[in-house]
């Protein structure tokens, strides 16, 4: 268990309807990545953030937004959804002054419909 | 996009032996890093080669880097059904905030 939690673990949703994911991180770490996986493949970096503040982003549109909390955990949110949105979203916590590992959350799959 | 290749795309392999999955990727990265994923579930860190490194072991692990042709290789020695997982390798591209771009993975299947 690496402490990071996600909530919920499943979701389905609508095509149009708006969606929020939560993560906490892993205690002592103020970074927060999020990560997109489709099935069969590896995970695709949204963004991510720390101290608050959106801290690179990669090829994912604005309807993908993410807030960070004074105690570092996040939220994802989407606006929008499209089918293709299904996939699975996990979230990674690390630390600016430690190593470049990153903690990885369960996740929490998205089923659009 | 994906950073890196992972080869081959499945595996299987009876307990006991070894395993050994191949990752390329495409742009300069400060470090290289070896994740596993069971079915579904969040990934798990398994070690990290930094740009300046060769070789490196952790337990049943054996990680090489080879920045001039932009390759790694992962070796998982005596094989065990607990091993069956996805394995994924993420380069953090250099000059990127902690950013880790993610291959394609390699299905493991080691059976008993």
């Known amino acids: 268990e690496t402490g990071v939690t996600q909530s919920p673990t499943h979701l389905i949703k609508t095509r149009g309807q708006q969606v929020t994911l939560r993560c906490s991180s892993q205690s002592g770490h103020n970074t927060v990545s999020w990560y997109q996986q489709a099935l069969g493949q590896g995970p695709q970096f949204i963004f991510q953030?720390?101290?608050?503040?959106?801290?690179g982003r990669g090829n994912f549109p604005p309807r993908f937004s993410g807030l960070q909390f004074p105690n570092y955990s996040s939220e994802l949110n989407v606006n929008a959804l499209e089918l293709d949105d299904s996939a699975l979203y996990l979230c990674?916590?690390?630390?600016?002054?430690?190593?470049?590992?990153?903690?990885f959350g369960p996740g929490t799959r998205l089923t659009v419909t | 996009s994906q950073q890196g290749e992972e080869d081959p795309q499945a595996l299987s392999i009876q307990e006991g032996e070894n395993a050994t999955m191949n990752c390329s990727y495409k742009t300069s990265i400060n470090n290289l890093q070896w994740y596993r994923q069971n079915s579904g579930r969040g990934l798990v860190h398994l070690i990290l080669i930094r740009s300046n490194e060769r070789e490196k072991h952790s337990g049943r692990l054996r990680v090489t880097l080879d920045t001039s042709k932009k390759s790694s290789s992962l070796l998982i020695t005596a094989s065990r059904a607990a091993d069956t997982a996805s394995y994924f390798c993420a380069g953090r591209p250099s000059g990127s905030a902690r950013q880790l771009t993610f291959g394609s993975g390699t299905q493991l299947t080691v059976l008993p």
């Open positions: 953030y720390y101290r608050e503040e959106e801290n």
């Open positions: 990674a916590s690390s630390s600016s002054s430690g190593g470049d590992e990153q903690y």
